[in-house]
């Protein structure tokens, strides 16, 4: 009986912060997590530290030692962020005039989602083809003398990255402009202030929020660019992006100590540009956009 | 306000700018599926000639049929497990405040943040060591690692739409936990799950660095197949590449469609509350 | 052991496997284009041995990790690689591969009949692999005769011909192309180079050389596809091919008839075969199944399958296996597209077995820092 | 404050998709007037509102203050205030800078900003709150920031869609005087949209009843209450009661009525003659226990302080709602009467 | 139907980190009777019901059910109905499946579901809507839905969870009597959670007054609205006017107090003595203009029907609350005065 009353006190007491049976429900996902990312993560980061020279350190060392392999980082980070901020930029207005009902909007959200489904190869055949030398792009530019070069460069790995990302993007920012409350933007109407005023001071900052989040995402598909920068790009000089360092560590080289370190640095660089996006954000209002506030 | 669609300089321009993008990705898939269909060509506007023997010499080339079901395969069991593993998982994160709440949240936001090639060759090799990679176990288990996380991101607004005294009231009818879950929650959550479910297919299909690090030789899927074609050694007629990549899209562009069909593409992150006008 | 198949895997290898056998081939060389005729016919006349082939293709770089995780699992399920130098000496350098030789000399006697250029390329296998499949490969250039009347004759009047003409002289990133990598390593001897077989301290000219040409090389395309299409559109006059790349893609009709092979002067052949290799942990009644696979695979009516289309021009790796015993299809493509040249080339140049792994290595990674990456500094 | 003598609605209508959301408003309102729009849901208030405040745009009709057309105007031209039912504050900023906002639209120096934003807070009594979240704030307290935000600008009309329906009833009224505090306090002409009548009654000074679009009747509240112009306006105001009946004799304005188990004598609304048949409206506080009336059985009784209300049926089968001093059990047999002048007797 | 004659609480008390949302709820419902929790937001009203219905777990403290333990059964095996504040229809299912639904739970076989589900259907007259689904139907019906499927189940206690605050005003008004109907008819033991004093008085047998999470009072409507045993309860209960004064007198229980700028007589709730410090709780309606009363300004005048509401200033500044006939202009000067019996004296 007693036993049976601590036990139920000490229920009662978990039930009371949160604790209870259904938690168990997260099991299956911790599980899967913990097993099948943070484990292979830490794996890889104790991979790391095991070089075969050059102490605990050496394979860090070798990687920011070497001015070929660190200038990846530039690299990738020079194609991720101006893409990613492309990619958020050029939803937002589009998204902005998609909100509400019209005839044609399912049609018009469709096509500019399409690209979701292309896959990096028909991106990248797409692209030399289209916009290569001889390609429909330059063939309509007849009246340039040199066709203008589009592929194999930073540009066209710049254009993949653009199909790829922008879909995602304009879905997302679609959705989180849709979760404003459109009664604030009438507000501010009777208050006086002008479409352009209602965007930058009513819609645009409760909109912030959910362009850093968007951001984040668009930027982690660009930074870990791996098979356009090979095919449409320049894999040798102008997009030899970090990914393709660390394959070539990893899988041409079979240092899988330099492997996992260049695999460290990339998701440690990663996150600290999330980490400051994010940081950011927490300085933005972040909560209901409910006309009830 | 209203629904004129206002012709201002910024409106043109801002049309101008989505017209602009939309007909050159037009041109971008165009030009693939033409070359997909031509029996040359060479510096003209359109090929010579044309021929679907490209799709027949991928068909069998590539063993399409095998990498078809394979993929099928995949994508059936990790949408499967990813919607089991993580729909209660989103319940209980969307319902519930216990201590820790946000860290295991990041813990779940974590894998989609992070490059998959970062973790991917940590996973493939430790899959390696337990056996796993290289069938079809280990591609499953390496794209759950994305895709339970995904359909966390996507489920738990979807939950939090549905009103929590919906299920008190299932209680109060006498209703158990796992018949709440099967009569009156799965029903609700239906387009939800879809949403989702085709999402991940979709991202499933299309992940070509996780797939490829695990894949084994029977358990190649199409966008790996499609990238061996690209980059493995040998020669290869670019044609009956494009006439794959044609293949892959064109299922995927279905699966897409059927998607939006199912869920409006707002509802993703938010509760959608349309302009009344 | 859990191995797919099951069965001890070292110890004596029989005469045939007690019963038949699935085999898992993988080609990371692109060999099977020649090869799965030949090993579907013996596989289908040997029921006994052979219950089924299975076929899957990867990159070269991944076979090492792949394999190597495999025998750490001890879970081998690939059973025969087929692969080209690079693959191999990869594995060689990691110890993945059973030994072949010379234990099963006696049970490959093809072997005793390759052609001397074979017979080069396998001793850069040591003990470990079979040279299946051979070419002289290149370096070529190629060009459309009606846009390039002239084609240069020397490495000299090459780059000449690149400084009038920016832009017009294209190849591929070597690491990512064959005849991107045979006009790298054919260069030092059309140099005349110190040491042909060192690129980190032999090749001072080869390097100057290529920095020198860069100045007008407007692009390096990730595959030598690219830089074919770009000929076929006329972006790019002249790129570096080998025999197979100059006949295979006008057959497939990514290049045009038309297009026309000249060579330098003083250019020695850099050759290139592919490897039949089996991995560690194969069961003993595979491995039977095996050797008598690539007995049967050295034999001249086997062999002769090899001419393909021109893939990798000839082909064969024996002596004395002429078109006439190839299938009709591959004599009608190479009456069609082949050369008759070539014949006389091949017999008048010297033949040069290329640069060994560790070297190859090296020399991308050099060219990917001085030549490819110099873009990014301009 | 700009300021107007007369703002006129002329024929505003408004279509949704081919149906009739509001069908042909006129309307003068004068300065200072406190205009209650009226009616149940669905029936075209918030329609009204928003042709009125310019957020939406009219199907036919014109809009004229002081003979200017309005209706052209884009919302942010026409210098309305307006307080929405979901209080719309911009859950970004503070208190403070939510109701600042308006006055920085226009331009305004910051002295004049600061001082007139202030002189609101201190209007609704929310000094200490100022550098507030509207997320931090009670309902009651967002719904000042709300009117403070709307009423800063000295807006020449203040429109109001429902502001009260959130809050819970104690809050409602003490809010109810606020607004009506206000109204005295800067002579706003308010319009104000409600479906409670109780509401719309103690708040305004004329009421405009909508139903479906159309408007039913327009009137003080005294009108609006003692006589109301049909039975809709009589079931909105009050008259729980309303009976089908027959009229059995005609005398004047009084008339007998008959039928639903009840006899009855009451005042016509309209020309009526004997055979009609008519609906009679009677208030439950104007029905009364005793005397010599009919007799009807309690079915159900609530204490509702002072009084009992009761509901009973008639020996027809029809419920009738009085109030009783005394509590009758269930099941009980009483008598009851009205007024003839309390008894409303309409065509149907 | 099981039922049971008594359900105790004992203690009930629920705290959510730390803090008491519930703080010892102790109380005994008798088979058959309505009890209403009433209280403002916040006050643990949902949390003492959801405690009830197994819901939520305790914290501290007991439920029996005639002497058997019920606090450690899960929901389902408590065997009460629900009907909560926004209904929780089921949205995919039909009426008749909603309502069905418990039976099914219960694995009754066909026959009986579907006669009972008809029974039921009937009872709150939705037989014509029964193939509809709740977003189809209107607020009022979807009220009766909720209800007709907690009652199907003729559960021993029927919990609802301010089931009314949804509706607007007419609405709210006939589902109260519905309500009560329902309880009449058939039985019910019911627990009603709202934050509505006048439903409370209305629909209730008893009334439990909550704030804070602690029992302020418990007792019938008419204790309640007579003898409210606080300022809090009175506050609560309509007594708006509630004006701190000081006492000047004890007669037996008049005390004559002073303050707020004005001078009564009043009734002491509990012991008081000359000097403390009061409250004085009066209703609008008792307070009375005319006669040699305090003099007051009206503020704000509102027509209310029948009454005129006015608020008006005593000369201290304290805001009076009074009902009056005739409607007096603002800034007019009157007079107040209230029976002594109706003006209670609280120790504040
Ligand atoms: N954007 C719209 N599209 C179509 N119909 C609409 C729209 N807005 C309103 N309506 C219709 O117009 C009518 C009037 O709506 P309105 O919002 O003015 O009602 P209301 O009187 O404010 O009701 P409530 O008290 O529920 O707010 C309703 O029948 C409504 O369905
Ligand atoms: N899940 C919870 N976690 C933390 N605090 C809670 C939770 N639920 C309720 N509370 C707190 O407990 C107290 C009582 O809440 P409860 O919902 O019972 O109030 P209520 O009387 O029903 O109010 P209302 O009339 O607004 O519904 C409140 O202070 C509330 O903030
Ligand atoms: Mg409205
Ligand atoms: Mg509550």
Same mark, same amino acid.
């Given at each position: 009986?007693?036993?049976?009353?601590t036990?139920?006190?000490?229920?009662?007491?978990?039930a009371?912060?949160?604790v209870?049976?259904?938690?168990?429900?997260?099991?299956?996902?911790?599980?899967?997590?913990?097993?099948?990312f943070?484990?292979?993560?830490a794996?890889?980061?104790g991979?790391?530290?095991?070089?075969?020279?050059?102490?605990?350190?050496?394979?860090?060392?070798?990687?920011?030692?070497?001015?070929?392999?660190?200038?990846?980082?530039?690299?990738?980070l020079?194609?991720?962020?101006?893409?990613?901020?492309?990619?958020?930029?050029?939803?937002?207005?589009?998204?902005?005039?998609?909100?509400?009902?019209?005839r044609?909007?399912?049609?018009?959200?469709?096509?500019?989602?399409?690209?979701?489904?292309?896959?990096?190869?028909?991106?990248?055949?797409?692209?030399?083809?289209?916009?290569?030398p001889?390609?429909?792009?330059?063939?309509?530019?007849?009246?340039?003398?040199?066709?203008?070069?589009?592929?194999?460069?930073?540009?066209?790995?710049?254009f993949?990255?653009?199909?790829?990302?922008?879909?995602?993007?304009?879905?997302?920012i679609?959705?989180?402009?849709?979760?404003?409350?459109?009664?604030?933007?009438r507000?501010?109407?009777?208050?006086?202030a002008?479409?352009?005023?209602?965007?930058?001071?009513?819609?645009?900052?409760?909109?912030?929020?959910?362009?850093?989040?968007?951001?984040?995402?668009?930027?982690?598909?660009?930074?870990?660019?791996?098979?356009?920068?090979?095919?449409?790009?320049?894999?040798?000089?102008?997009?030899?992006?970090?990914?393709?360092?660390?394959y070539?560590?990893?899988?041409?080289v079979?240092?899988?100590?330099?492997?996992s370190?260049?695999?460290?640095?990339?998701?440690?660089?990663?996150l600290?540009?999330?980490?400051?996006?994010?940081?950011?954000?927490?300085?933005?209002?972040t909560?209901?956009?409910?006309?009830?506030g | 306000?209203?629904?004129?669609?206002?012709a201002?300089?910024t409106?043109?321009?801002?049309?101008?700018a989505?017209?602009?993008?939309?007909?050159?990705l037009?041109?971008?898939?165009?030009s693939?599926v033409?070359?997909?269909?031509g029996?040359?060509?060479?510096?003209t506007?359109?090929?010579?000639?044309?021929?679907?023997?490209?799709?027949a010499?991928?068909?069998?080339?590539?063993?399409?049929?095998?990498?078809?079901?394979?993929?099928?395969?995949?994508?059936?069991?990790?949408?499967?497990?990813?919607?089991?593993?993580?729909?209660?998982?989103? %319940?209980?994160?969307?319902?519930r405040?216990?201590?820790?709440?946000?860290?295991?949240y990041?813990?779940?936001?974590?894998?989609?943040?992070?490059?998959?090639?970062?973790?991917?060759?940590?996973?493939?090799?430790?899959?390696y060591? %337990?056996?796993?990679?290289?069938?079809?176990?280990?591609?499953?288990?390496?794209n759950?690692?994305?895709?339970?996380?995904?359909?966390?991101?996507?489920?738990?607004?979807f939950?939090?739409?549905i009103?929590?005294?919906?299920?008190?009231?299932?209680?109060?009818?006498?209703?158990?936990?796992?018949?709440?879950?099967a009569?009156?929650?799965?029903?609700?959550?239906?387009?939800?799950?879809?949403a989702a479910?085709?999402?991940?297919?979709?991202?499933?299909?299309?992940?070509?660095?996780?797939?490829?690090?695990?894949?084994?030789?029977?358990s190649q899927?199409?966008?790996?197949?499609? %990238? %061996?074609?690209?980059?493995?050694?040998?020669?290869r007629?670019?044609?009956?590449?494009?006439?794959?990549?044609v293949?892959y899209?064109?299922?995927?562009?279905?699966?897409?469609?059927?998607?939006?069909r199912?869920v409006n593409?707002?509802?993703?992150?938010?509760?959608v509350?349309e302009?009344?006008? | 052991?859990?191995?797919?198949?099951?069965?001890?895997?070292?110890?004596?290898?029989?005469?045939?496997?007690?019963?038949?056998?699935?085999?898992?081939?993988l080609?990371?060389?692109?060999?099977l284009?020649?090869?799965?005729?030949?090993?579907?016919?013996?596989?289908?006349?040997?029921?006994?041995?052979?219950?089924?082939?299975?076929?899957?293709?990867a990159?070269a770089?991944?076979?090492?990790?792949? !394999?190597?995780a495999?025998?750490?699992?001890?879970?081998?399920?690939?059973?025969?690689?087929?692969?080209?130098?690079?693959?191999?000496?990869?594995?060689?350098?990691?110890?993945?591969?059973?030994?072949?030789?010379?234990?099963?000399?006696?049970?490959?006697?093809?072997?005793?009949?390759?052609?001397?250029?074979?017979?080069?390329?396998?001793k850069?296998a040591?003990?470990?692999?079979?040279?299946?499949?051979?070419?002289p490969?290149?370096?070529?250039?190629?060009?459309?005769?009606?846009?390039?009347?002239?084609?240069?004759?020397?490495?000299?009047?090459?780059?000449?011909?690149?400084?009038?003409?920016?832009?017009?002289?294209?190849?591929?990133?070597?690491?990512?192309?064959?005849?991107?990598?045979?006009?790298?390593?054919?260069?030092?001897?059309?140099?005349?180079?110190?040491?042909?077989k060192?690129?980190?301290?032999?090749?001072?000219?080869?390097?100057?050389y290529?920095?020198e040409?860069?100045?007008?090389?407007?692009?390096?395309p990730?595959?030598?596809?690219?830089?074919?299409?770009?000929?076929?559109?006329?972006?790019?006059?002249?790129?570096? &091919?080998?025999?197979?790349?100059?006949?295979?893609?006008?057959?497939l009709? &990514?290049?045009?008839?038309?297009?026309?092979?000249?060579?330098?002067?003083?250019?020695?052949? !850099?050759t290139?075969?592919?490897?039949?290799?089996?991995?560690?942990?194969?069961?003993?009644?595979?491995?039977?199944?095996?050797?008598?696979?690539?007995?049967?695979?050295l034999?001249?009516?086997?062999?002769?399958?090899?001419?393909?289309?021109?893939?990798?021009?000839?082909?064969?790796a024996?002596?004395?296996?002429?078109?006439s015993?190839?299938?009709?299809?591959?004599?009608?493509?190479?009456?069609?597209?082949?050369?008759?040249?070539?014949?006389?080339?091949?017999?008048?140049?010297?033949?040069? !077995?290329?640069l060994?792994?560790?070297?190859?290595v090296?020399?991308?990674?050099?060219?990917?820092?001085?030549?490819?990456?110099a873009?990014?500094k301009? | 404050?700009?300021?107007?003598?007369?703002?006129?609605?002329d024929?505003?209508?408004?279509?949704?998709?081919?149906?009739?959301?509001?069908?042909?408003?006129?309307?003068?309102?004068?300065?200072?007037?406190?205009?209650?729009?009226?009616?149940?849901?669905?029936?075209g208030?918030?329609?009204?509102?928003?042709?009125?405040a310019?957020?939406?745009?009219?199907?036919?009709?014109?809009i004229?203050?002081?003979?200017a057309?309005l209706?052209?105007?884009p919302?942010?031209?026409?210098?309305f205030?307006?307080?929405?039912?979901s209080?719309?504050?911009?859950?970004?900023?503070?208190?403070?800078?939510?109701?600042?906002?308006?006055?920085?639209?226009?331009?305004?120096?910051?002295?004049?900003?600061?001082?007139?934003t202030?002189?609101?807070l201190?209007?609704?009594?929310?000094?200490?709150?100022?550098?507030?979240?509207?997320?931090?704030?009670?309902?009651?307290?967002?719904?000042?920031v709300?009117?403070?935000?709307?009423?800063?600008?000295?807006?020449?009309?203040?429109?109001?869609?429902?502001?009260?329906?959130?809050?819970?009833?104690k809050l409602?009224?003490?809010?109810?005087?606020?607004?009506?505090?206000?109204?005295?306090?800067?002579?706003?002409?308010t319009?104000?949209?409600?479906?409670d009548?109780?509401?719309?009654?103690?708040?305004?000074?004329?009421?405009?009843?909508?139903?479906d679009?159309r408007?039913?009747?327009?009137g003080?509240p005294?009108?609006?209450?003692?006589?109301?112009?049909?039975?809709?306006?009589?079931?909105?105001?009050?008259?729980?009661?309303?009976?089908?009946?027959?009229?059995?004799a005609?005398?004047?304005?009084?008339?007998?009525?008959?039928?639903?188990g009840?006899?009855?004598?009451?005042?016509?609304v309209g020309?009526?003659?004997?055979?009609?048949?008519?609906?009679?409206?009677?208030?439950?506080?104007?029905?009364?226990?005793?005397?010599?009336?009919?007799?009807?059985?309690?079915?159900?009784?609530?204490?509702?302080?002072?009084?009992?209300?009761?509901?009973?049926?008639?020996?027809?089968?029809?419920?009738?709602?009085?109030?009783?001093?005394?509590?009758?059990a269930p099941?009980?047999?009483?008598t009851?009467?009205?007024?003839?002048?309390r008894?409303?007797?309409f065509?149907?």
């Amino acid at each position: 009986m007693t036993r049976t009353q601590t036990r139920l006190a000490v229920r009662h007491r978990l039930a009371e912060r949160g604790v209870d049976r259904q938690l168990w429900l997260l099991v299956p996902g911790l599980a899967c997590v913990l097993a099948l990312f943070v484990y292979p993560f830490a794996y890889g980061i104790g991979l790391s530290f095991q070089p075969a020279e050059g102490g605990v350190f050496g394979a860090y060392r070798a990687f920011f030692a070497d001015a070929y392999q660190r200038d990846t980082i530039a690299t990738t980070l020079s194609l991720s962020l101006p893409a990613a901020i492309l990619n958020v930029a050029a939803s937002v207005p589009i998204a902005y005039r998609m909100r509400g009902r019209f005839r044609g909007k399912r049609l018009l959200t469709t096509v500019l989602v399409v690209p979701i489904t292309l896959g990096t190869v028909l991106t990248a055949e797409g692209l030399l083809n289209y916009l290569g030398p001889a390609g429909w792009f330059n063939r309509l530019l007849f009246f340039v003398d040199e066709p203008i070069r589009l592929t194999n460069n930073y540009w066209g790995v710049f254009f993949s990255l653009v199909i790829t990302g922008f879909p995602f993007a304009f879905l997302l920012i679609l959705s989180y402009l849709s979760g404003i409350d459109p009664t604030l933007e009438r507000a501010a109407a009777t208050l006086g202030a002008g479409r352009r005023q209602r965007f930058q001071r009513i819609t645009l900052p409760l909109l912030a929020p959910g362009l850093a989040t968007t951001f984040c995402l668009t930027f982690v598909l660009a930074f870990s660019v791996f098979p356009s920068a090979v095919l449409v790009g320049d894999p040798a000089g102008t997009t030899r992006v970090i990914s393709i360092a660390a394959y070539h560590a990893a899988y041409e080289v079979y240092d899988y100590s330099l492997g996992s370190a260049i695999a460290v640095v990339m998701g440690v660089v990663e996150l600290l540009v999330v980490a400051i996006v994010l940081g950011l954000r927490s300085l933005l209002y972040t909560g209901s956009t409910g006309g009830k506030g | 306000m209203s629904r004129r669609i206002v012709a201002s300089p910024t409106s043109w321009l801002i049309w101008g700018a989505v017209a602009f993008f939309l007909i050159n990705l037009a041109g971008v898939i165009a030009s693939v599926v033409v070359n997909s269909f031509g029996e040359r060509w060479f510096d003209t506007w359109l090929p010579s000639g044309w021929t679907t023997q490209w799709y027949a010499t991928a068909w069998t080339e590539f063993g399409l049929l095998n990498v078809m079901v394979v993929t099928l395969e995949v994508a059936v069991l990790v949408v499967g497990i990813s919607v089991l593993v993580g729909v209660p998982a989103s %319940y209980v994160l969307a319902r519930r405040s216990f201590p820790g709440r946000r860290l295991v949240y990041l813990l779940f936001l974590l894998p989609i943040l992070m490059p998959p090639i970062t973790y991917g060759i940590p996973l493939a090799t430790v899959l390696y060591k %337990y056996g796993f990679a290289g069938h079809l176990t280990g591609v499953v288990l390496a794209n759950l690692v994305p895709s339970i996380p995904f359909v966390i991101l996507t489920m738990t607004p979807f939950i939090e739409q549905i009103d929590p005294a919906i299920e008190r009231a299932a209680r109060m009818c006498g209703a158990k936990t796992w018949q709440i879950f099967a009569r009156i929650l799965a029903p609700l959550l239906v387009p939800g799950i879809l949403a989702a479910s085709i999402l991940v297919l979709v991202r499933t299909v299309g992940m070509f660095e996780l797939t490829f690090l695990t894949a084994g030789p029977d358990s190649q899927t199409l966008v790996v197949a499609l %990238y %061996y074609s690209m980059s493995a050694a040998g020669i290869r007629a670019q044609q009956s590449v494009d006439a794959m990549a044609v293949l892959y899209t064109a299922s995927m562009l279905v699966l897409l469609v059927i998607a939006l069909r199912f869920v409006n593409p707002t509802q993703l992150v938010a509760r959608v509350k349309e302009d009344p006008d | 052991s859990p191995n797919s198949g099951g069965g001890a895997t070292d110890g004596p290898v029989p005469e045939k496997p007690d019963r038949a056998v699935t085999l898992n081939v993988l080609d990371v060389a692109g060999n099977l284009q020649l090869t799965q005729g030949m090993i579907d016919d013996f596989a289908a006349r040997n029921k006994d041995q052979i219950e089924k082939v299975t076929y899957s293709k990867a990159t070269a770089p991944e076979l090492v990790g792949k !394999v190597k995780a495999q025998q750490a699992a001890d879970r081998v399920d690939i059973d025969l690689v087929l692969t080209g130098v690079d693959g191999l000496a990869a594995g060689i350098d990691q110890g993945l591969w059973n030994p072949l030789l010379p234990t099963h000399a006696a049970r490959l006697p093809g072997m005793a009949n390759y052609l001397p250029g074979a017979a080069a390329m396998q001793k850069l296998a040591g003990d470990h692999g079979v040279t299946v499949t051979y070419y002289p490969s290149g370096p070529l250039i190629e060009y459309l005769p009606a846009k390039v009347p002239e084609p240069p004759k020397t490495a000299e009047a090459l780059l000449a011909y690149a400084k009038a003409n920016p832009g017009a002289v294209q190849y591929a990133r070597p690491s990512n192309s064959g005849p991107g990598r045979t006009f790298l390593m054919g260069l030092p001897y059309l140099l005349g180079d110190s040491d042909p077989k060192d690129p980190v301290n032999g090749w001072s000219k080869t390097w100057a050389y290529l920095a020198e040409l860069n100045k007008y090389v407007t692009l390096y395309p990730s595959s030598t596809s690219e830089t074919m299409k770009n000929l076929a559109n006329g972006s790019a006059k002249i790129i570096a &091919t080998t025999t197979g790349w100059d006949i295979n893609p006008r057959v497939l009709g &990514t290049v045009p008839k038309e297009a026309a092979v000249g060579t330098l002067d003083g250019f020695h052949w !850099v050759t290139d075969a592919h490897y039949a290799v089996i991995p560690r942990g194969v069961p003993v009644a595979k491995q039977a199944a095996i050797l008598n696979l690539l007995k049967d695979m050295l034999s001249p009516e086997q062999q002769a399958k090899a001419y393909d289309k021109g893939y990798f021009y000839p082909g064969p790796a024996i002596k004395d296996v002429t078109l006439s015993m190839a299938p009709a299809e591959s004599q009608q493509a190479l009456a069609e597209f082949g050369r008759p040249e070539y014949e006389q080339l091949i017999a008048d140049n010297p033949v040069e !077995v290329p640069l060994d792994a560790k070297s190859l290595v090296a020399a991308f990674d050099r060219w990917d820092r001085e030549i490819g990456g110099a873009k990014v500094k301009k | 404050m700009t300021g107007f003598d007369e703002l006129r609605l002329d024929g505003v209508r408004r279509r949704f998709g081919g149906q009739d959301a509001l069908a042909g408003l006129s309307l003068t309102i004068r300065r200072g007037e406190f205009i209650a729009l009226l009616g149940p849901s669905g029936c075209g208030k918030s329609t009204a509102l928003n042709c009125l405040a310019g957020l939406l745009p009219l199907s036919e009709g014109s809009i004229w203050q002081d003979g200017a057309r309005l209706d052209t105007l884009p919302p942010e031209k026409r210098g309305f205030g307006m307080v929405f039912q979901s209080y719309a504050l911009f859950p970004h900023l503070s208190v403070r800078k939510n109701i600042a906002f308006g006055l920085q639209m226009r331009r305004l120096p910051r002295d004049e900003v600061r001082r007139r934003t202030d002189q609101a807070l201190s209007l609704v009594r929310l000094e200490e709150h100022a550098k507030k979240l509207p997320g931090q704030l009670s309902g009651g307290q967002q719904q000042r920031v709300a009117i403070a935000r709307a009423v800063v600008l000295e807006p020449s009309l203040v429109l109001m869609d429902e502001p009260l329906s959130n809050l819970d009833a104690k809050l409602r009224l003490e809010m109810r005087t606020e607004i009506r505090r206000l109204h005295q306090t800067l002579g706003l002409t308010t319009v104000y949209v409600t479906h409670d009548q109780e509401e719309a009654l103690s708040l305004a000074d004329r009421l405009v009843v909508l139903r479906d679009g159309r408007v039913e009747q327009i009137g003080t509240p005294e009108d609006l209450h003692e006589r109301p112009a049909n039975r809709h306006v009589a079931d909105f105001m009050g008259y729980r009661n309303l009976l089908p009946m027959k009229v059995k004799a005609v005398h004047g304005p009084v008339v007998a009525v008959e039928g639903s188990g009840l006899t009855l004598e009451g005042t016509a609304v309209g020309p009526l003659s004997p055979g009609d048949d008519v609906v009679a409206g009677i208030r439950p506080e104007d029905l009364h226990e005793g005397g010599s009336g009919v007799p009807v059985t309690v079915e159900v009784v609530e204490y509702q302080g002072r009084e009992l209300a009761v509901e009973a049926r008639t020996q027809s089968g029809d419920a009738v709602h009085l109030r009783a001093a005394t509590r009758p059990a269930p099941g009980d047999q009483i008598t009851v009467t009205a007024a003839p002048a309390r008894v409303l007797v309409f065509p149907s």
